[in-house]
């Protein structure tokens, strides 16, 4: 059973930084795509970031480019994810999540795998 961890979520004044963690519990050897969404109350889970786990390619949500930065250590499993710059509008839950087929994916539907959240409240 897979189990990726996410942590690092807490109240951070607009402006600031913040850097999630996430870990998957097993060594995935099928892992093709990490990937960031969050999600508020009533409203759908968006993408946030994707990392491809082999290359490193990157992809962002137009909301968060040039503020948010995705990355991987593969000898940890980990993927993180720093978010400078922080807005009230980033407020919400973020997830982490795990692809096991080719391309980035940026829809919920795209990835199999995901933690349990970690609530990121920026307050203004």
């Known amino acids: 059973q897979v189990q990726l961890v996410e942590s690092g979520g807490r109240l951070v004044q607009a402006g600031g930084s913040l850097r999630l963690s996430c870990a998957a519990s097993?060594?995935?050897?099928?892992?093709?795509?990490m990937g960031w969404f969050r999600q508020v109350p009533g409203k759908e889970r968006e993408f946030v970031a994707a990392?491809?786990?082999?290359?490193?390619?990157?992809n962002y949500a137009d909301s968060v480019k040039g503020r948010f930065t995705i990355s991987r250590d593969g000898a940890k499993n980990t993927v993180y994810l720093q978010m400078n710059s922080l807005k009230p509008e980033d407020t919400a839950v973020y997830y982490c999540?795990?692809?096991?087929?080719?391309?980035?994916?940026?829809?919920?539907?795209?990835?199999?795998?995901w933690g349990q959240g970690t609530q990121v409240t920026v307050s203004s």
């Open positions: 999540a795990v692809r096991t087929e080719y391309g980035l994916g940026t829809t919920r539907s795209d990835y199999g795998y």
């Open positions: 097993t060594r995935l050897y099928n892992i093709y795509t």
């Open positions: 990392i491809k786990w082999s290359s490193g390619n990157t």
